[in-house]
């Protein structure tokens, strides 16, 4: 009896030895693989939208002497010198500082550019009407200047243009109430982007 339990425990410690022995090899054999790496850099930068600030500046209205049934009319080109797409609006907003209130005489027209002449921009001011109506205290002219996508909003994409033509008349009916009359305007281009913008 005891010889079998002899026996037993020298197989027993013989198998422990031939594991540990494989293991040991196989530990071994797991540092002898062959192995590579790869790795990729990522650049991530924004892209912009920008409203040429000194193409609208160069829209000129301003007028004196304007008498019953004159009109003023000029181009602006809307410029996008960013990368991506944007839309934009356009709002007007009048005072009238001698409370005579020309500003409600107005009249005020914006189309795109010229269908017969492109040429020379709002000479036969026959293009898209995109406003027509009085001027008012505050008008939402073309598009809405709330953020999202709304009705009449323009679009253009990065490195674009497009020419506008404005028209601001003092209709032939106008009475002497509004004669030496004063009213100042601040047309306000707001852009903002499309991506991600619904």
């Given amino acids: 009896m005891n010889t079998m339990n002899t026996r037993g425990r020298r197989r027993l ?10 293991g040991t090899f196989s530990a071994a054999m797991s540092l002898a693989v062959f ?4 790795t990729v850099d990522g650049t991530f930068s924004t892209g912009s939208i920008v409203l040429d600030a000194a193409e609208i500046d160069a ?9 019953p049934g004159d009109a003023v009319t000029d181009d602006v080109v809307v410029e996008n010198d ?13 005072t009238d500082p001698d409370g005579k209130g020309l500003r409600d005489a107005l009249n005020v ?12 921009p709002c000479n036969d001011f026959d293009g898209t009407i995109l406003y027509d109506g009085v001027m008012g205290a505050a008008t ?24 506008l033509c404005f028209r601001v008349s ?8 509004h004669a030496a009359a004063t009213a100042v305007t601040t047309f ?3 852009a903002e982007q499309t991506a991600n913008n619904p």
Avoid: H, K, W
């Avoid at 410690?13 to 494989?22: E, K, P, S, V």
């Fill in 13 to 22: 410690a013989a198998l422990a030895i031939g594991l540990g022995l494989l």
């Fill in 140 to 163: 939402a002219a073309v598009g809405s200047p709330a953020a999202g996508a709304d009705a009449g909003d323009r679009t253009l994409a990065g490195l674009s243009n497009e020419t």
């Fill in 59 to 67: 829209l000129t209205l301003s007028v004196a002497a304007l008498m």
């Fill in 109 to 120: 027209t914006i189309r795109t550019i010229d269908v017969t002449t492109p040429g020379t």
């Fill in 82 to 94: 960013g990368t991506a797409q944007l839309r934009y609006a356009i709002s007007t907003a009048t």
């Fill in 188 to 190: 306000t281009f707001d």
């Fill in 35 to 38: 192995t590579d790496q790869e």
């Fill in 170 to 177: 003092l209709p032939l009916a106008t009475g002497n109430a």
